[in-house]
Nanobody, 114 residues
Framework: QVQLVESGGGLVQAGGSLRLSCAAS????????SGWYRQAPGKQRELVAQ???????NYADSVKGRATISRDNDKNTVHLQMNSLKPEDTAVYYC????????WGQGTQVTVSS
């Protein structure tokens, strides 16, 4: 059974930083494309950042220069460092792993106050 468990969300003031972590189990994580998505109230879920099995990264334009995605295949984890947070970054952030099928975590709330 595949499980993705996020942690690190919370309330932060604008301009602050957060580091989200996702721990994977039940999946050959090192071969997966992993990423972070977010969904704000009333909006569709959108890609924030993605990292391939080989370490190539892709970022949404809205977070470029402020976000860094990384992975530790030995620990089956993927992280998202977000800096210079803005109120519009407020959303539920979901960890995703794709390997033959799409897997999602339960989400972690990030709230950025102005």
């Amino acid at each position: 059974q595949v499980q993705l468990v996020e942690s690190g969300g919370g309330l932060v003031q604008a301009g602050g930083s957060l580091r989200l972590s996702c721990a994977a189990s039940g999946i050959i994580f090192r071969f997966s494309v992993s990423g972070w998505y977010r969904q704000a109230p009333g909006k569709q879920r959108e890609l924030v950042a993605q990292i391939s099995a080989g370490g190539s990264t892709n970022y949404a334009d809205s977070v470029k220069g402020r976000a860094t995605i990384s992975r530790d295949n030995d620990k089956n984890t993927v992280h998202l460092q977000m800096n210079s947070l803005k109120p519009e970054d407020t959303a539920v952030y979901y960890c995703n792993a794709h390997l033959s099928a799409n897997y999602w975590g339960q989400g972690t709330q990030v709230t950025v106050s102005s």
